[in-house]
């Protein structure tokens, strides 16, 4: 997603300063291709850039960017800016500004309700969370990645956006469980599952799921563009938030524990569609071989040399 963003940018007259990546050979890479620096550091990174965009998988490594005592972003912090896009929760958006305030700099969340498509071709749909002044002053540069601004929404104060997110994510994890399912039974029947799928989209079954998702479940193509652990994640996220309002969700709460399946199964790597691997009949994990005695729990033997 970030390297697909820097391209973009890149393409449209922004000049992208430094690219970061925990795989050192992947910045560079990108570095080459755009012009870029390919920093060793994270504080290398705020050092030569102005507005730093961080895109990464969850909430542990939200803070540790900005709160490992090795390196860190904040340690060229003053007069930064940092918009933060990784779909974590709203309380660690919440202290990551909290940080940022106090180094010195300001933030944004900036979370994106799209996949790496619309991230190379400057499409993103963009929830904002923060100060309206921060907001403001980088529309511009938000606006160049959400379609002109026609994607681009301001949500209000930072942690807002990421509890939209969240809602957003959980709402199309329980779709994707339900389509899989859906898919699933008829296939069981024998029906033919092109007729079902436009059915499906001519009636109230239609989603925006089934149109990104639909063919790849029964074609059993789960090239991952939002994998089935991120799903998990998500789900887990828009759960907490109900905790604290005491509703209970059962829709949720189920898709969160298929997820959960598809991840203690070691599909976790697979797009989201990878659901439908537990719906199939005739698909799934191979059932786990029985573990065999280990060689200290053997009695001796002596052994014959041949």
Request: hydrophobic share 45%.
């Amino acid at each position: 997603m970030g390297a697909n963003m820097a391209r973009h940018l890149s393409e449209n007259g922004y000049h992208v300063a430094a690219v970061f990546d925990p795989k050192l050979e992947a910045a560079q890479a990108l570095a080459t291709e755009i012009g870029a620096t390919a920093c060793s550091s994270l504080a290398e990174v705020s050092r030569l850039a102005k507005t730093i965009f961080t895109v990464v998988t969850d909430d542990k490594a939200q803070l540790q960017i900005f709160a490992n005592r090795k390196d860190n972003l904040l340690k060229s912090a003053p007069g930064r800016t940092f918009v933060n896009c990784a779909t974590v929760a709203p309380e660690t958006h919440q202290k990551v500004a909290r940080l940022c305030h106090a180094a010195g700099a300001a933030s944004l969340e900036a979370c994106m309700a799209s996949s790496i498509t619309q991230a190379r071709n400057g499409t993103l749909y963009l929830m904002c969370g923060g100060e309206k002044r921060v907001f403001l002053k980088l529309k511009p540069v938000l606006e160049a990645l959400s379609d002109h601004g026609k994607l681009l929404r301001y949500i209000g104060e930072t942690g807002r956006a990421a509890q939209l997110k969240a809602l957003v994510n959980m709402v199309m994890n329980i779709n994707t469980a339900a389509l899989a399912e859906g898919l699933a039974l008829g296939d069981a029947l024998g029906q033919d599952l092109s007729v079902v799928r436009e059915v499906f989209s001519q009636t109230g079954a239609a989603s925006r799921v089934l149109a990104t998702d639909g063919d790849d479940m029964v074609n059993r193509d789960h090239a991952c563009f939002f994998s089935g652990a991120h799903a998990a994640k998500d789900s887990a996220i828009a759960l907490a938030l109900a905790k604290t309002q005491k509703l209970h969700l059962p829709l949720a709460q189920a898709t969160l524990a298929q997820f959960e399946r598809l991840v203690a199964a070691g599909l976790g790597g697979l797009d989201k569609s990878g659901i439908a691997e537990l719906t199939f009949r005739g698909r799934g994990p191979a059932p786990s071989k029985p573990k065999r005695p280990s060689q200290k729990s053997q009695p001796a033997r002596a052994s014959k040399k041949h």
